[in-house]
């Protein structure tokens, strides 16, 4: 019996040191960069697929890329943003990241990510209950990853 | 993770480099395995103690992801970075705007 107790005792600590981790980290979105199509990536992170696209908010990616692996998109905007997305149409989890700005944070941001195929890239900004989007053609040249 | 912080003006571009796999979980070794995903998932970035930048971040990043990032500030202004991988490894960095 005694040992019956120690084991269970075991397991529910091992049950709630695994639950750490979860806790920690549950500001992290799965559902937002789980596998699925461009329209349900737009849906499972804003909420809405209807967004007008704006000369305001600017993106900026080579036309061609060699490689695929490493491409460089800047979004550049002339209003404020709350949130900024990005969205790479043809990638098994279409978004590749959300940022929240704070305080002084300017609306600008640079990375390099990953292209499956030739795809639409798109920018999404977000401002008050508003979202403009600008979206770019990349044409992949070789396959790299 | 490598940091430069430089301000021009009022605005400092804000350059950060992590060296990273960034697996993103589907991609195949030749013996035809998945190799497991491994990529980093949130970045937090504070100017002087408060928030600037909240990211959360998915598979398709590149390898050694590099950021750029702009803020309204100073010479002398402390940045923190804080980011996080999808195996809870943690990547910190500390650095003064010049």
Redesign the interface.
């Known amino acids: 019996m005694k040992r019956r107790k120690f084991l269970g005792a075991g397991a529910a600590m091992v049950a709630s040191i695994s639950m750490i ?1 979860s806790q ?2 549950a ?3 799965e559902k ?2 789980s596998q699925s199509t461009i329209d349900n990536a737009f849906i499972n992170t804003l909420g809405t697929r209807d967004f007008a696209s704006t000369d305001k908010v600017t993106i900026v990616a080579p036309q061609a890329a060699s490689d695929s ?4 998109v ?1 979004i550049i905007s002339s209003i404020k943003a709350e949130s900024l997305y990005l969205f ?1 149409e043809k ?16 609306p ?7 292209l499956k195929e030739s795809s639409l890239v798109h920018a999404v900004l977000k401002e008050g209950n508003r979202y403009y989007r600008a979206s770019v053609h990349v044409n992949v040249l070789a396959q790299a ?1 | 993770m490598r940091v430069l912080a430089k301000e021009l003006n009022g605005i400092v571009l804000l350059k950060i480099i992590i060296e990273h796999p960034s697996e993103s979980g589907t991609r195949k070794d030749e013996q035809g395995n998945v190799i497991p995903a491994h990529f980093i998932r949130e970045g937090r970035v504070t100017l002087n103690g408060a928030p600037l930048f909240d990211l959360e971040l998915g598979p398709s990043v590149s390898r050694d992801p590099f950021f750029q990032l702009k803020f309204a500030g100073k010479k002398g202004d402390q940045i923190k970075l804080e980011f996080t991988d999808s195996k809870f490894q943690e990547f910190t960095a500390e650095c003064a705007v010049t």
């Open positions: 981790p920690l980290f500001a992290w979105c937002c960069f692996s490493l491409v460089t800047e790479v990638n098994i989890s279409p978004l590749v990241f959300q940022c929240n700005l704070h305080g002084s944070a300017e600008y941001i640079s990375l390099n990510v990953k990853c």
